[in-house]
C-alpha cells in the first residue's frame, strides 16, 4: 500500500478498534454495532482498492483477537466484514440492493458461530433454550389473565417456538438487512461530509422485485401443500416468509407512490398504517406481487420520486 494509504488504514483501524473495545464492554451496544462496519466502508471509497479493503480487515482480525480473543474474532467476522462488503460492493458498484443482502447473508454465517462461542451451544440447542424462556415468560404472564386470555397465549408460544427454530434463517436476513442498511446509511452521511463522492443509493421508491422472484413465491407456496419431506418444507417456508416480507415492502412502496403522485400522502399513510395493524396487510404482499408481474407503476402511469 503506499504511504497515504497505509496511514488512512491505521486510522481506520484505530477507530474500528474503539468501536469494537464500546462494543465490547457494553457500552451503547446497538449503536456500536452499527458503526462497527463504518471504518472499512469508509477505508473502501478513500482507497478505492479491494485490495487494501482485504488488508485492513485482516488488520481488524488481528486487533480484535489480540484484545477480545474468540469473541473478538467473531466480532469482526459480523460486522467487520460486512463493512467490508458493503464496501468492496461500492468499489464494484455492485446494486444497492445487493451489496446490502450480500452483508446481510454474513449475519446467518456468524450467528450459529457466535452462539456456539458465547454460550457454548450449537445452533438448535440455542434456539430450544431461548424458545422455552419465552414460553416460560408467557406462563407466567398467563398466571395473571383470565382463563379464556391464557388460552389465547398458546398459539402464540407455538407460533414462537416455530419461528425460533424453524424460520431463524429468515430473522437473520431481515436483521442483517436493518443492520447494513443504518451502517451504509451513517457511512454515506460520513462520506459526504468528506467530500467525498458517494455512489447513488438505490431509493426506496424504486425498490421493485422481478417476476420471477413472484413465481418463486407462487411455486413455493403451492411445492409447501404437497411436499412431505420436513427439511425441504423448512428451506420453503423460510423463502415464503423472506419474499413475503419483501413484497409487503414493494406494496407498501407501490401504495405510497399511488398517493404521492395524487397528492394524498397523509391519507395514504394511514391507509397503510391501518392495513399493517389489520388482517388486511396481506393484500398489501399480493400488491407487491402484482406490481412485480405486471409493473402497476408503469401500467397505471404512477409517478415515481
Not at 417456508?237 to 399511488?258: C, D, H, K
Not at 398517493?259 to 407487491?288: C, D, H, P, Q, W
Request: aromatic share 10%; proline share 3%.
Amino acid at each position: 500500500m503506499k504511504t497515504k494509504s497505509l496511514v488512512n488504514a491505521a486510522i481506520m483501524l484505530a477507530i474500528y478498534m474503539v468501536f469494537f473495545v464500546l462494543y465490547n464492554i457494553g457500552v451503547l451496544p446497538t449503536i456500536m454495532s452499527i458503526l462497527l462496519p463504518i471504518p472499512l466502508i469508509v477505508y473502501s471509497v478513500t482507497t478505492n482498492r479491494v485490495r487494501d479493503v482485504l488488508w485492513l480487515l485482516i488488520g481488524c482480525f488481528i486487533g480484535t483477537f489480540l484484545f477480545g480473543s474468540v469473541y473478538g474474532l467473531v466480532t469482526t467476522l459480523n460486522y467487520g466484514l460486512m463493512g467490508a462488503l458493503i464496501g468492496i460492493g461500492i468499489i464494484k458498484k455492485w446494486p444497492y440492493w445487493q451489496r446490502l443482502l450480500n452483508a446481510a447473508i454474513v449475519s446467518v454465517i456468524s450467528f450459529p458461530i457466535l452462539t456456539y462461542v458465547v454460550t457454548g451451544l450449537n445452533l438448535q440447542e440455542s434456539m430450544a433454550q431461548m424458545a422455552d424462556e419465552m414460553n416460560g415468560m408467557l406462563e407466567s404472564m398467563s398466571a395473571f389473565l383470565p382463563a379464556n386470555s391464557a388460552e389465547m397465549l398458546l398459539p402464540v408460544q407455538n407460533m414462537v417456538s416455530t419461528m425460533m427454530t424453524t424460520l431463524l434463517p429468515t430473522i437473520l436476513i431481515l436483521m442483517g438487512l436493518a443492520s447494513a442498511f443504518l451502517s451504509d446509511t451513517v457511512a454515506t452521511s460520513v462520506l459526504k461530509r468528506m467530500n467525498y463522492e458517494v455512489t447513488r443509493r438505490g431509493s426506496i421508491h424504486r425498490f421493485q422485485l422481478g417476476a420471477k422472484l413472484a413465481v418463486t413465491l407462487l411455486i413455493s407456496q403451492v411445492a409447501i401443500v404437497f411436499i412431505p419431506n420436513h427439511a425441504l418444507n423448512v428451506v420453503l417456508m423460510n423463502v415464503i416468509m423472506l419474499l413475503n416480507t419483501l413484497f409487503l415492502l414493494q406494496g407498501i412502496v407501490v401504495a405510497m407512490s399511488y398517493f404521492r403522485s395524487r397528492n394524498k400522502r397523509g391519507f395514504g399513510t394511514f391507509i397503510i398504517i391501518f392495513a399493517l395493524m389489520s388482517s388486511f396487510s396481506m393484500f398489501i404482499s399480493v400488491l407487491g406481487v402484482m406490481d412485480a408481474l405486471f409493473d402497476y407503476r408503469e401500467r397505471f402511469a404512477v409517478k415515481k420520486s
